[in-house]
């Protein structure tokens, strides 16, 4: 597009899942729609992820999937926009998906074809998508003006989808957050979200040399469990239990790890010193954990003897360290790494039902760039959905 002066029904600013999709549903509804994105191409984040395959949904979405200040504030856009609908729009375009576990979907070839079915569908639209267009300012007179690298464009309309603070590689910046404050709107804490754990001093040094070592375990903190798969890092901890338990947790709280999650380790131990009386406890370990796990806790944790030897009172706290083993994270891996942002723009300002700021009329904000954090697994792809259908059904209104 030459540079020059462009007239639209609404613009937005951010190419990514939201973005592409708010544009794709509210110019299928008639309106003139620009999208402005500022890195190279569209849906870098949705290519990156699920390992390339692109988990896209949850059919098992839940608002009790999501952190926010106001745990409400999900509920409308999630019960007007299902996985179902989404899952429509895959299969019109045919493209094969599979479940891997727990509702989570992923594109069984590449998550290319979700990119390119969103660029269809804002094709078919008659949407403008530029890349490559930094945006120098944005002002709000009788319509939005926003001035980029590739002109000036004015709407009556604007849509923020400019995303969060991970994983700056991607292009990821504050963008939206700065935009958001710009408009009288407050912007809640930030930090790393579905991200690894880091270790420092004495637990790291215990794990010093595991790095690649994964087990199924329970991840508690602040009351809150998650089972899955743990991996032991060079840096720390992560895999999936981990990433979901960091959303919950802070430097300074108490982490806790079921490392036999579903089994009393108390009983698997008395069962174990009756039928293998001889044998050494780090071998009975090994039976349960990875080989050099259960040589390492019998390093510096536990004792290794025959199992006749063992007395009550360390069959009890050889228990307790593997059924409730704290560990002492020192921090997280930061947005270098994190999968999304917590916090963000304060839903207070928002509405439910449109996504629109309550400060300026036809402003709206959606995606990740709202207080609104899903759990790994596909959901925050279905806030996007989700969000930026809301804001469509009324922009197309307005």
Not at 33 to 41: C, D, F, K, L, S
Not at 60 to 69: E, I, K, R, V
């Given at each position: 597009?030459?540079?020059?002066?462009?007239?639209?029904?609404?613009?937005?600013?951010?190419?990514g899942?939201?973005?592409?999709?708010?544009?794709?549903?509210?110019?299928?509804?008639?309106?003139?729609?620009?999208?402005?994105?500022?890195?190279?191409?569209?849906?870098?984040?949705?290519?990156?992820s699920?390992?390339?395959?692109?988990?896209?949904?949850?059919?098992?979405?839940?608002?009790?999937?999501?952190?926010?200040?106001?745990?409400?504030?999900?509920?409308?856009?999630?019960a007007?926009?299902t996985p179902?609908?989404?899952?429509?729009?895959?299969?019109?375009?045919?493209?094969?998906?599979?479940?891997?576990?727990?509702?989570?979907?992923?594109?069984?070839e590449?998550?290319?074809?979700?990119?390119?079915?969103?660029?269809?569908?804002?094709?078919?639209?008659?949407?403008?998508?530029?890349?490559?267009?930094?945006?120098?300012?944005?002002?709000?007179?009788?319509?939005?003006?926003?001035?980029?690298?590739?002109?000036i464009?004015r709407?009556?309309?604007?849509?923020c989808?400019?995303?969060?603070?991970?994983?700056?590689?991607?292009?990821?910046?504050?963008?939206?957050?700065?935009?958001?404050?710009?408009?009288?709107?407050?912007?809640?804490?930030?930090r790393?979200?579905?991200?690894?754990?880091?270790?420092?001093?004495k637990?790291?040094?215990r794990?010093?040399?595991?790095?690649?070592?994964?087990?199924?375990?329970?991840?508690?903190?602040?009351?809150?469990?998650?089972?899955n798969?743990?991996?032991?890092?060079?840096?720390?901890?992560?895999?999936?239990?981990?990433l979901?338990?960091?959303s919950?947790?802070?430097?300074?709280?108490?982490?806790?790890?079921?490392?036999?999650?579903?089994?009393?380790?108390?009983?698997?131990?008395?069962?174990?010193?009756?039928?293998?009386?001889?044998?050494?406890?780090?071998?009975?370990?090994?039976?349960?954990?990875?080989?050099?796990?259960?040589q390492?806790?019998?390093?510096?944790?536990?004792?290794?003897?025959?199992?006749?030897?063992l007395?009550?009172?360390?069959?009890?706290?050889?228990?307790?360290?593997?059924?409730?083993?704290?560990?002492?994270?020192?921090?997280?891996?930061?947005?270098?790494?994190?999968?999304?942002?917590?916090?963000?723009?304060?839903t207070?300002?928002?509405?439910?039902?449109?996504?629109?700021?309550?400060?300026?009329?036809?402003?709206?904000?959606?995606?990740e760039?709202?207080?609104?954090?899903?759990w790994?697994g596909?959901?925050?792809?279905?806030?996007?959905?989700?969000?930026?259908?809301?804001?469509?059904?009324?922009?197309?209104?307005?």
């Amino acid at each position: 597009m030459a540079q020059g002066s462009f007239q639209a029904d609404v613009i937005i600013i951010g190419g990514g899942a939201a973005g592409l999709h708010c544009a794709a549903l509210a110019g299928a509804r008639g309106l003139r729609v620009v999208v402005i994105e500022h890195a190279n191409r569209v849906g870098k984040k949705i290519l990156m992820s699920g390992g390339g395959r692109c988990n896209f949904t949850n059919t098992g979405t839940t608002p009790a999937n999501y952190l926010s200040a106001n745990p409400h504030f999900c509920k409308s856009a999630l019960a007007r926009y299902t996985p179902w609908h989404f899952i429509e729009l895959v299969a019109k375009y045919d493209i094969a998906y599979h479940e891997k576990e727990l509702g989570q979907l992923f594109c069984d070839e590449s998550s290319k074809q979700i990119v390119a079915m969103l660029l269809a569908e804002c094709a078919a639209a008659n949407v403008s998508v530029l890349t490559s267009c930094s945006v120098d300012s944005v002002a709000h007179d009788d319509g939005f003006v926003v001035r980029t690298s590739q002109g000036i464009f004015r709407a009556p309309q604007l849509v923020c989808a400019a995303g969060g603070l991970s994983i700056p590689s991607m292009g990821a910046s504050g963008f939206g957050f700065d935009l958001a404050k710009q408009f009288g709107h407050e912007v809640l804490p930030l930090r790393a979200g579905l991200v690894p754990l880091t270790l420092s001093g004495k637990p790291q040094e215990r794990f010093e040399g595991l790095s690649g070592v994964a087990l199924p375990a329970t991840a508690t903190a602040n009351d809150v469990s998650f089972s899955n798969a743990m991996l032991i890092t060079h840096r720390g901890v992560s895999g999936p239990s981990i990433l979901q338990i960091s959303s919950y947790w802070q430097p300074g709280d108490r982490l806790m790890l079921d490392l036999l999650p579903g089994v009393d380790a108390h009983d698997a131990l008395l069962d174990a010193r009756a039928s293998q009386p001889n044998a050494e406890l780090r071998n009975v370990l090994s039976e349960w954990l990875p080989k050099r796990l259960a040589q390492r806790l019998c390093e510096y944790r536990f004792v290794s003897k025959p199992m006749k030897q063992l007395q009550h009172a360390e069959l009890r706290a050889i228990a307790d360290a593997l059924n409730s083993f704290e560990l002492v994270a020192s921090g997280t891996e930061g947005y270098r790494t994190a999968e999304v942002t917590l916090g963000g723009v304060n839903t207070d300002g928002l509405s439910s039902q449109t996504m629109m700021s309550r400060n300026v009329e036809g402003l709206y904000f959606i995606g990740e760039v709202v207080d609104v954090t899903g759990w790994l697994g596909g959901y925050n792809f279905q806030w996007a959905w989700a969000s930026a259908n809301a804001a469509a059904q009324a922009l197309a209104k307005n």
